[in-house]
């Protein structure tokens, strides 16, 4: 089954793969130009593309999919289906409507809830109990087209952003390829969405990421964990930027006193532990990357920069 495979990051490196290991001919693969990154802002390939020519398929690179000669390119090599994974861009409807199963796409939530491009974090940020993956024919809208197939996945208590992906990920792999085949037979029909049940899931907002203290203890560790490792939780202490990487909720008897206002770092029952005070009870920071430093535990944050109880965090000032 001739197929193009569109995608950049690295959630999209596993149905690349598997559509190889399956047997598919990936007759080309599409994915963001090289962009400057880390300190030297040196031009680097995307995930997709350093996996593409790791498994020598023909990578194409176009800053927009409406360039002149992309769609004829297309038309040229004939596959009988496109496969979008988080490519990045929007999928012009010329594209769409050319290869005769159409274009699929696989989508990291459970459609129609949490259409967007941040449905990962957004799951565990609203705490949902379980997420999952969607296959879907692709049309004009955002993630709005008829599914194809569908698999649920329990959050774990300790779920993370990085770990959803990742099991999301060697998800989403399996269930492209079963999804194709199926397709390709007739057993697998499109199933409209019910548009009254979506929910959106936006790209996350700078804002977005700083730790709101006058939250609940039990949402700021979930905004913790939905948030690591990337793009991380923020807060500032002292004028310097922290990104909180992992977080508990205490009991209000690991304090010696009841929390103070929110923000507020809290005298421990224990040395050693790094509590706020948020609105209900406090949040113990377990480990935090200070700027300019390298990740560390509570423990040694408080050994190595002045912190005393009483001290506020919050936003920069």
């Known amino acids: 089954m001739p197929?193009?495979?569109?995608?950049?990051?690295?959630?999209?490196?596993p149905s690349l793969?598997?559509?190889?290991?399956?047997?598919?001919?990936?007759?080309?693969?599409?994915?963001?130009?090289?962009r400057p990154r880390g300190r030297g802002q040196r031009l680097t390939p995307?995930?997709?593309?350093?996996?593409?020519?790791?498994?020598?398929?023909?990578?194409?690179?176009?800053?927009?999919?409406?360039?002149?000669?992309?769609?004829?390119?297309?038309?040229?090599?004939?596959?009988?289906?496109?496969?979008?994974?988080a490519f990045g861009q929007k999928v012009p409807p010329e594209v769409l409507h050319l290869p005769p199963l159409g274009c699929v796409n696989v989508h990291a939530s459970l459609l129609p809830r949490f259409r967007g491009?941040?449905?990962?974090?957004?799951?565990?940020?609203?705490?949902?109990?379980?997420?999952?993956?969607?296959t879907m024919l692709m049309d004009e809208g955002w993630d709005t087209g008829p599914m194809l197939l569908q698999e649920r996945v329990p959050l774990r208590p300790d779920e993370t952003g990085g770990?959803?992906?990742?099991?999301?990920?060697?998800?989403?792999?399996?269930l492209l390829v079963e999804t194709l085949?199926?397709?390709?037979?007739?057993?697998?029909?499109?199933?409209?969405?019910?548009d009254r049940l979506a929910t959106v899931a936006p790209r996350l907002k700078e804002d977005e990421l700083l730790l709101e203290w006058t939250e609940t203890a039990e949402s700021l560790e979930r905004k913790v964990r939905a948030l690591a490792p990337l793009?991380?939780?923020?807060?500032?202490?002292?004028?310097?930027?922290?990104?909180?990487?992992?977080?508990?909720?205490?009991?209000?008897?690991?304090?010696?006193?009841?929390?103070?206002?929110?923000?507020?770092?809290?005298?421990p029952a224990r040395p050693g532990h790094l509590?706020?005070?948020?609105?209900?009870?406090?949040?113990?920071?377990?480990?935090?990357?200070?700027?300019?430093?390298?990740?560390?535990?509570?423990r040694a944050y408080l050994n190595g920069f002045p912190a005393e109880p009483g001290d506020r965090l919050g936003p920069e000032t």
């Open 3 to 13: 197929v193009v495979f569109m995608g950049t990051p690295d959630f999209s490196v």
């Open 17 to 34: 793969r598997a559509l190889v290991a399956s047997g598919f001919q990936v007759l080309a693969v599409v994915t963001q130009p090289d």
């Open 46 to 85: 995307s995930p997709v593309k350093a996996a593409a020519l790791a498994l020598g398929l023909p990578v194409w690179q176009p800053e927009k999919l409406s360039e002149p000669g992309v769609l004829e390119a297309l038309r040229e090599i004939g596959p009988e289906a496109v496969v979008v994974v």
């Open 117 to 134: 491009a941040a449905p990962i974090q957004r799951a565990i940020l609203a705490g949902e109990s379980e997420t999952g993956v969607t």
């Open 163 to 174: 770990s959803l992906h990742d099991r999301l990920a060697e998800v989403g792999a399996r």
């Open 181 to 194: 085949r199926g397709l390709r037979s007739g057993a697998v029909r499109p199933i409209p969405q019910d």
């Open 231 to 267: 793009p991380g939780a923020v807060t500032f202490h002292r004028g310097r930027r922290l990104i909180v990487e992992a977080a508990r909720v205490a009991g209000e008897d690991e304090v010696q006193a009841l929390p103070g206002e929110p923000g507020t770092l809290c005298t």
């Open 275 to 298: 509590l706020v005070s948020a609105l209900d009870l406090p949040l113990e920071i377990l480990r935090l990357r200070p700027a300019g430093s390298r990740s560390m535990e509570g």
